[in-house]
């Protein structure tokens, strides 16, 4: 599954279901699945659909894989090379696209309703067809390489990486999702098509349609789309992760005059009961921007950083509540007694009534107005789907966040924010802060 920030619980908000448009079932002829937001106030169709899969799912040896072949399926396919596929793509404003995360392969394809045919047919030549040419196979290899040359010398990315070896030990999300170097090099276009063969399969697939468009012919759609996948994927359940770290401090010395800090220990499942009380008290501690307890202390009234947050990581094997921040070297030892001091009094004070009330208002009061465009709706669906969720699923976590009471909330505090169980991981020169080890 993806990996997702549930920053404020708020990344499923979707204005058409919303505002009581009805979410349907499609069922192609060929037993494709996929729900259906009809909306014809713009001749617009946008289709998303995911796989189970990504980097979690690459081979030993073979990091980078997903990543890799999702960047090439656009890059020329059946009759059409790189520039003429590309080529249509622009001459028509058809927007397609791959990426692979953690624990999903995603696509998107975004048409007008008097092309959509030459979209699906795009989209259907980049699924069964792709070409993985030599010459774009190498071109996306460089450009991947040259990404991983510039992460080095960026310090979050060197912290996040270094965050989750220590969180995840030898399990798969401790993998860059992009590779290596040398598995980059490594990779062959058997590699890539053996990706396509084993992860983007019709069993595998998840889609949803948002649009100018009616339920048969969305089914007659998905077939050309998708009908000529393989029936089955060929993909192993990653075991679940066991988070390790707590309580290490972990510095990487790199020049400069800012340290990047990231903080966190294990979080809270998506199918946990205490989910929705668990990101409201999230979102007071430090996913509610300004308003969050440590925006006040540490940059307020601290004056040590310009921004902190947190927010809630959910894999599909694992689960983190996170935080990060950037400061002066000179100050982030101040810094995290802060961010310690705080977590602390969360876990053993919760939230006052009055927080609590104001999270909430918000983050029911900005339900609807969130996001907007077709594809994200489309987008939004296609998580549901993947977290097994109901079509009344917006509904429903619209009550259940105005359900969470005072003692909820102050219960899963407690629960959920540890201090002594912080991994804190400081890339930079950080005064009065050394690794614990």
Known sequence: MRAFILLLLIAFAAPAAAQGQRIERVTSPAGIEAWLIRDASLPLIALEFSWRGGSSLDPDGKEGRAAMTADLLVQGAGARDQQQFSATLEDRSI????????????????????????????????????????????????????????????????????????????HPYARPARGTPESVRALTQADLRDELASVYARDNLFVAAVGDIAPDELGRMLDRAFANLPAKARIATIPLATIGGAGRTIVLQRPGTQTFTLFGHAGIARDDPDLFAASVVNYILGGGGFNSRLMLSVRERAGLTYGIGTGLAIYERANLVQGSTS?????????????????????????????????????????????????????????????????????????????????????????????????????????????SE
């Open 327 to 435: 400061s002066e070297n000179g100050t982030v030892g101040r810094a995290l007694e802060l961010v310690r001091a705080e977590w602390a009094r969360m876990g053993s004070e919760g939230p006052t009534e009055e927080e609590l009330q104001g999270a909430k208002d918000y983050l029911l009061g900005s339900f609807p107005l969130q996001f907007d465009g077709v594809s994200r709706i489309a987008r939004l669906l296609v998580n549901a789907r993947l977290d097994g969720r109901g079509t009344d699923w917006f509904e429903e976590r619209q009550r259940r966040i105005a359900a969470v009471t005072l003692a909820d909330a102050r219960r899963v505090a407690a629960r959920l924010f540890v201090p002594e169980k912080l991994l804190v991981v400081a890339v930079g020169q950080p005064a009065g802060v050394a690794s």
């Open 95 to 170: 927007s397609l696209g791959f990426s692979a995360g953690a624990d999903t392969v995603q696509g998107s394809l975004r048409v007008l309703s008097r092309d959509r045919d030459l979209g699906v047919e795009l989209l259907a030549d980049a699924l069964s067809r792709p070409r993985f040419d030599p010459a774009q196979v190498e071109r996306i290899r460089s450009s991947i390489l040259a990404g991983l040359s510039r992460d080095e010398g960026s310090p979050e990315t060197q912290g996040r990486r270094a965050f989750a070896r220590a969180a995840f030990g030898a």
